[in-house]
């Protein structure tokens, strides 16, 4: 009986060592062999969106889940299919044949051994938006599926203008919003001053440049008014959107107001004329009565003289004939010498009249003209600017596309002389425009600054210097200099308190004005600042570290 026993316990632990060692047999070979003979592949049902210059994942899973370690792996753009972007095989990535533009941004990171064979690409640009084909083969069977990249671009700011309407009625202008930059198609949106979306009927047109970036324009008919905003929005999404605003109304006159009619701007004009032909014609008169008085005046003291009178008012009647030709020659010297530097005095001072006449009421004219002198007028047409960062000087440093500040300069002793600024992101080409810098914060007083506009492709050489010959049109400030502007000769700007400089730029009538928002007043206006495309810039200075800002 007990030789029965051990030999029942010895077939049952022999039994338990047999499936123990075929369990761990077998798993280790299920997992470094394909399972499957078949198999598909699993990807996004729609296009995967990135922005330029960053990193994306384009998955693909294969189904079931195994090692594909040993399998083949090939991720190619469908406009290159004999040249794939990654390539694995042998267990290792290959490095020809690949397209060279995607050596060292491409790799599997999701995890073969699940049977991930995910795509991720970094640095992205432009160029590699479009199809790519994920193909996964083994010796018996092959699957491939398509995962769609969009890469995200934001255009640039709307440019917005005011035209009239063409049998439109009714007080209405065509105002025309357009857009450049954009990738891919954006959504262009028209609303009011309440956020209410304006339905245009009028179809929204998009071209496309050389690079693949989508421009997109729009057109609407609307109430010509002086009060009511009107936005135009372009969007990829919540995130990446431009808006610009402008008030619906034509500026054709100084004194332009609703409701006044081209006939009357033309009987306005008529009027100026007359009354300026006038008073040219007073003022001649004037000066030529005056001459004619001077001269009649000293023609009757000569006639006098020659038939031997005195005048009225000297009592020499008691002198002889010889003292009074004596007295009569002296009475001529004395009479005709003062009597032309009168009439030559009369003269200067008649035209020293007309110019303190003329001149203001030019300067007045063209200040109306322009809507200068009125900061209250200028600030309706604020913008957002946005600071490059990309095109920034290496010691300035851009805080969320609004703060700039001066860092020291690396691996120098003493500063580069090259131009320390930073342009924004925007350009304008038409229309009017304000924004503000922010230029002294609290009662902390900075050394230096400059802020200003400049035209596209300017010459960025350290020898060129900031002129507007040279495409740039700025207000400085230096502690030791003061305010001034970049004219030949400099001329000085006195400011008692400056904290907020407000900038407006017309491109219709290429002037740009800098303001003291503090006391809300005119500081310099430019007013022949004409290019294609302006772009804002800004200067921290290089004296010291405290911040200004776009506000």
């Given at each position: 009986?007990?030789?029965?026993?051990?030999?029942?316990?010895?077939?049952?632990?022999?039994?338990?060592?047999?499936?123990?060692?075929?369990v761990?047999?077998?798993?280790?070979?299920?997992?470094?062999?394909?399972?499957?003979?078949?198999?598909?592949?699993?990807?996004?049902?729609?296009?995967?969106s990135?922005?330029?210059g960053s990193?994306?994942?384009?998955?693909?899973?294969?189904?079931p889940?195994?090692?594909?370690?040993?399998?083949?792996?090939?991720?190619?753009?469908?406009?290159?299919?004999?040249?794939?972007?990654l390539?694995y095989?042998?267990?290792?990535?290959?490095?020809?044949?690949?397209?060279?533009?995607?050596r060292?941004?491409?790799?599997?990171?999701?995890?073969?051994?699940r049977?991930n064979?995910?795509?991720?690409?970094?640095?992205?640009?432009?160029?590699?938006?479009?199809?790519?084909v994920?193909?996964?083969?083994?010796?018996?069977?092959y699957e491939?599926?398509?995962?769609?990249?969009?890469?995200?671009?934001?255009g640039?700011e709307?440019?917005l203008s005011?035209a009239?309407?063409?049998?439109?009625?009714?007080?209405q202008?065509?105002?025309?919003?357009?857009?450049?930059?954009w990738?891919?198609?954006?959504?262009?949106?028209?609303?009011?001053?309440?956020?209410?979306?304006?339905r245009n009927?009028?179809?929204?047109?998009?071209?496309?440049?050389?690079?693949?970036?989508?421009?997109?324009s729009?057109?609407?008919?609307?109430?010509?008014?002086?009060?009511?905003?009107?936005?135009?929005?372009?969007?990829?999404?919540?995130?990446a959107?431009?808006?610009?605003?402008?008030?619906?109304?034509?500026?054709?006159?100084?004194?332009?107001?609703?409701?006044?009619?081209?006939?009357?701007?033309?009987?306005?004009?008529?009027l100026?004329?007359?009354?300026?032909?006038?008073?040219?014609?007073?003022?001649?008169?004037?000066r030529?009565?005056?001459?004619?008085?001077?001269?009649?005046?000293?023609?009757?003291r000569?006639?006098?003289?020659?038939l031997?009178?005195?005048?009225?008012?000297?009592?020499e009647?008691?002198?002889?004939?010889?003292?009074?030709?004596h007295?009569i020659?002296?009475?001529?010297?004395?009479?005709q010498?003062?009597?032309?530097?009168?009439?030559?005095?009369?003269?200067?001072n008649?035209?020293?009249?007309?110019?303190?006449?003329?001149?203001?009421?030019?300067?007045?004219?063209a200040g109306?003209?322009?809507?200068?002198?009125?900061?209250?007028?200028?600030?309706?047409?604020?913008?957002?600017?946005?600071?490059d960062?990309?095109n920034?000087?290496?010691?300035?440093?851009?805080?969320?596309?609004?703060?700039a500040?001066?860092?020291?300069?690396?691996?120098?002793?003493?500063?580069?002389?090259?131009?320390?600024?930073?342009?924004?992101?925007e350009?304008?080409?038409s229309?009017?425009?304000y924004?503000?810098?922010k230029?002294?914060?609290?009662?902390?007083?900075?050394?230096?600054?400059?802020?200003?506009?400049?035209?596209?492709?300017?010459?960025?050489?350290?020898?060129?210097?900031?002129?507007?010959?040279?495409g740039?049109?700025?207000?400085?400030?230096?502690?030791?200099?003061?305010?001034?502007?970049?004219?030949?000769?400099?001329?000085?700007?006195?400011?008692?308190?400056?904290?907020?400089?407000?900038?407006?730029?017309?491109?219709?009538?290429?002037?740009?004005s800098?303001?003291?928002v503090?006391?809300?007043?005119?500081?310099?206006t430019?007013?022949?600042?004409?290019?294609?495309?302006?772009?804002?810039?800004?200067?921290?200075?290089?004296?010291?570290k405290?911040?200004i800002?776009?506000?």
């Amino acid at each position: 009986m007990f030789t029965t026993f051990g030999n029942r316990g010895t077939m049952h632990l022999g039994l338990c060592l047999r499936v123990l060692i075929l369990v761990a047999l077998t798993v280790p070979i299920r997992a470094a062999q394909p399972a499957q003979e078949t198999f598909t592949l699993t990807v996004p049902n729609g296009p995967t969106s990135t922005l330029s210059g960053s990193s994306v994942s384009l998955l693909c899973q294969v189904s079931p889940l195994f090692n594909v370690e040993p399998l083949e792996v090939r991720w190619y753009h469908s406009s290159n299919i004999h040249s794939p972007a990654l390539l694995y095989k042998d267990h290792k990535i290959q490095e020809t044949p690949v397209v060279p533009r995607y050596r060292g941004r491409v790799s599997l990171t999701g995890g073969m051994e699940r049977g991930n064979v995910s795509l991720t690409l970094e640095r992205v640009t432009l160029e590699d938006r479009g199809e790519y084909v994920c193909q996964v083969s083994s010796e018996q069977w092959y699957e491939k599926a398509s995962v769609f990249l969009t890469v995200n671009v934001t255009g640039r700011e709307p440019v917005l203008s005011v035209a009239e309407a063409r049998g439109g009625g009714g007080g209405q202008v065509n105002v025309t919003c357009s857009s450049e930059g954009w990738s891919p198609q954006p959504k262009l949106t028209w609303r009011n001053k309440d956020g209410a979306e304006i339905r245009n009927e009028q179809e929204v047109l998009n071209t496309s440049d050389p690079q693949g970036l989508v421009s997109v324009s729009s057109w609407l008919l609307y109430a010509c008014s002086y009060s009511d905003w009107l936005a135009c929005t372009v969007s990829l999404s919540e995130e990446a959107k431009r808006e610009g605003r402008i008030l619906p109304h034509i500026y054709t006159a100084p004194t332009a107001v609703p409701g006044v009619y081209k006939e009357a701007l033309i009987v306005t004009l008529i009027l100026s004329l007359v009354i300026i032909c006038a008073l040219c014609s007073v003022i001649l008169c004037k000066r030529r009565g005056s001459m004619w008085s001077s001269s009649q005046k000293s023609r009757n003291r000569s006639d006098q003289a020659e038939l031997g009178q005195r005048p009225a008012d000297q009592t020499e009647l008691g002198k002889g004939p010889a003292e009074t030709e004596h007295l009569i020659k002296g009475a001529e010297n004395t009479v005709q010498t003062p009597t032309e530097q009168r009439a030559a005095g009369e003269e200067f001072n008649l035209e020293g009249a007309e110019n303190t006449v003329q001149t203001p009421t030019e300067q007045r004219a063209a200040g109306e003209e322009l809507n200068l002198n009125d900061w209250h007028h200028v600030k309706i047409f604020k913008v957002n600017i946005l600071l490059d960062e990309k095109n920034a000087h290496p010691a300035i440093r851009i805080n969320k596309g609004k703060r700039a500040h001066y860092v020291k300069e690396k691996d120098t002793e003493k500063p580069s002389r090259t131009h320390l600024h930073v342009f924004s992101e925007e350009r304008f080409s038409s229309g009017q425009h304000y924004w503000e810098v922010k230029v002294k914060d609290g009662t902390t007083e900075k050394l230096s600054w400059y802020v200003g506009v400049a035209r596209e492709n300017v010459d960025k050489r350290p020898a060129v210097p900031l002129t507007p010959q040279n495409g740039f049109w700025i207000l400085s400030y230096d502690k030791e200099q003061g305010f001034h502007v970049n004219t030949d000769p400099q001329p000085p700007i006195t400011v008692a308190k400056l904290t907020i400089v407000g900038v407006f730029l017309d491109c219709d009538r290429h002037t740009l004005s800098f303001y003291n928002v503090d006391t809300k007043s005119l500081l310099y206006t430019f007013t022949d600042v004409k290019t294609s495309n302006y772009f804002p810039l800004l200067s921290p200075g290089r004296c010291d570290k405290i911040p200004i800002k776009i506000n």
